[in-house]
């Protein structure tokens, strides 16, 4: 597939968002989490230098960079004081010539021991707490990710491409399930330097078709409380666009400072963005590496910027730009590679803060020792 052949194909996905239907905000949002505390230590600007297996998530393209030894990339993070509870696995082996590269990842995020309390009050009017269930709310995705490195008339450059098909499954309890499709492009282009990147997720629009199952039991509590009955329903995720653009700077022998700056384009009306308008919201994030010996890491980011409310503004008129910061370290030792990452999930000013930790473990076959002739 030629490079005008891939253009042609996003920008005719793309343009497409606005003419057709309707699609509903923040749809499958527990794909925009992240992947990697590398990455959500950046503030999640990753989509031009992302180049191991988490490429499978933020850029497919750049799993070309995984290398000659098969990779393994795990990660657990907790939300909101354990509440919520996020994992990620992920898989990725490139060919022998280091040409094409395949990866598998699965994502989970999940709400557990959630309590049912639809049968609380008995017919009489008393409280039966031994009535009460609890279940679990929990979104699951799994994608198989392919790149491929293209030909360049230029030496010492490299131009990759990468594709996604995701399969989603989102659960609540027994009462309702949800499935999705949909698919990711994406592009890289690197010097020795500088480092571009494009990713357009949910090209193709990913759909989840809803379906609910209650007893008559159930139904009758809900009629009773005023309370609506679904049957069935599908929801549409629209695309977004990210673009990157990564800068890497010398400073010794072996010192490098890794700049990165991406652009959010989200086609699915106004949003509180940096910039906003209809049908286009544009949304930045930015992020630094600092790597010694390519053995230790020192990283910050900052994204999600938006206008609120200042505080004690009791009368609800000034408005001040709010963001939320990351910062984190990774360390490299032979085939293993830890990283760590401290991010805010509200705001500056407002923190919620979370720990997340990541491990990759960078698989070496034996070599054969008998030499050949």
Do not use: C
Request: charged share 20%; aromatic share 12%.
């Amino acid at each position: 597939m030629s490079l005008k052949n891939i253009f042609l194909l996003v920008l005719s996905s793309l343009l497409a968002v606005t003419t057709y239907g309707q699609f509903r905000k923040y749809s499958n949002e527990f794909l925009n989490i992240g992947a990697g505390a590398r990455g959500l230590a950046m503030g999640g600007a990753q989509v031009a230098s992302v180049q191991d297996g988490t490429a499978g998530y933020w850029n497919p393209a750049g799993l070309i960079g995984v290398g000659e030894d098969p990779q393994i990339n795990l990660m657990h993070a907790s939300y909101f004081a354990g509440i919520g509870k996020y994992d990620y696995l992920n898989f990725a082996k490139s060919s022998s010539d280091k040409k094409r590269a395949l990866a598998v990842t699965a994502l989970r995020f999940a709400v557990d021991d959630i309590m049912n309390t639809l049968f609380l009050v008995e017919p009489d009017g008393s409280l039966n707490y031994n009535n009460i269930q609890a279940f679990s709310s929990a979104d699951y995705a799994f994608l198989i990710s392919y790149a491929q490195e293209l030909k360049t008339k230029k030496e010492g450059r490299s131009l990759r491409f990468g594709a996604n098909a995701k399969v989603i499954h989102r659960s609540v309890g027994k009462f309702a399930k949800a499935w999705g499709f949909g698919a990711d492009l994406g592009l890289q282009y690197r010097s020795s330097t500088w480092q571009w990147g494009i990713a357009a997720r949910d090209v193709t629009t990913t759909f989840n078709t809803w379906s609910f199952r209650f007893t008559d039991a159930e139904k009758e509590v809900l009629y009773l409380t005023n309370n609506e009955i679904p049957v069935k329903s599908s929801e549409l995720t629209a695309p977004r666009l990210v673009l990157g653009v990564g800068h890497r700077l010398s400073l010794g022998q072996k010192t490098n400072l890794l700049a990165e700056l991406n652009a959010d384009l989200t086609f699915d009306g106004r949003r509180n963005t940096v910039f906003s308008s209809n049908p286009v919201s544009v949304d930045p994030k930015m992020g630094l590496e600092l790597s010694i010996k390519d053995q230790f890491f020192l990283r910050a980011g900052v994204n999600n910027f938006q206008r609120a409310l200042a505080d004690g503004d009791t009368l609800n008129q000034k408005r001040v730009w709010i963001f939320q910061p990351g910062a984190g370290v990774g360390f490299r030792l032979q085939q293993a590679t830890i990283d760590y990452a401290f991010i805010n999930l509200a705001n500056q000013s407002n923190p919620l803060f979370t720990h997340v930790f990541s491990f990759r473990l960078d698989i070496k076959p034996k070599k054969n020792r008998l030499a050949v002739d």
